[in-house]
């Protein structure tokens, strides 16, 4: 597949495919995949302790990670969410705790109600889809990778995503950023990516075409 309507048609039919999947798991499955990745995102990334962290509001069967976060911000990390300030540019993320007030973003997914700007050092992304390479399926918009192509001093990013999301490939194109690791249930897959060149990542994508109208507009 090496045309751009037929990855779109590709991607747009997997990304049903792989919410449904998400949507029909049964609740003690659920936490079960909760628990196992938040165990690997314990052992496998210590700096989280103290990190600033930009995690997701969780939508659309996503793992949801508020538990971990409350933890995480408990033993002095700092935390931060996800939000489109302005269409189609960059990310912002804002501080968050869990009494903090909140209001409805793009997607009618909750966001803080002040701007607090945080600059993460780890951002942990939500992903509907990966291949072998790190390179993630989302929901269209472009956030992630937009932002991600903005960093001059780029964060860790991690993947968070179900077994079940392996794909052999999403046929990349030039503006999906690969990760510098994923987490399943299974465990912990890293990728040379954060110890390479980011002279490439200089220019945002722009790339909407692609984005499905029914989805978050954040991811």
Known sequence: MDD??????????TRKKIVD???HLAPDQRRAIRH????????????LRDAAIAFYWPIKGEIDLRGLIGELLQGGADIALPVVVTKNAPLEFWSWHPDCKMTRGAGNIPVPRSRVPVMPTVVLIPLLGFDPKGHRLGYGGGYYDRTLAAFRMRPLTIGI????SRLPSIYPQAHDIPLD????????IRF????????SL??????????DDDTDTQH
């Not at 995503?161 to 079940?164: A, H, P, Q, V």
């Not at 200089?202 to 984005?211: G, I, N, R, T």
Request: proline share 5%.
């Open 4 to 13: 751009w309507p037929s990855i779109q048609t590709w991607r747009k039919t």
């Open 21 to 23: 999947e998400r949507l």
């Open 36 to 47: 196992a990745v938040e165990t690997h995102l314990k052992r496998e990334f210590p700096e």
């Open 161 to 164: 995503g179900y077994d079940f």
């Open 181 to 188: 690791a994923i987490v399943t249930e299974s465990g912990v």
């Open 192 to 199: 040379e990516h954060r110890y390479s060149s980011r002279t």
């Open 202 to 211: 200089s220019s945002s994508p722009c790339y909407l075409d692609e984005f």
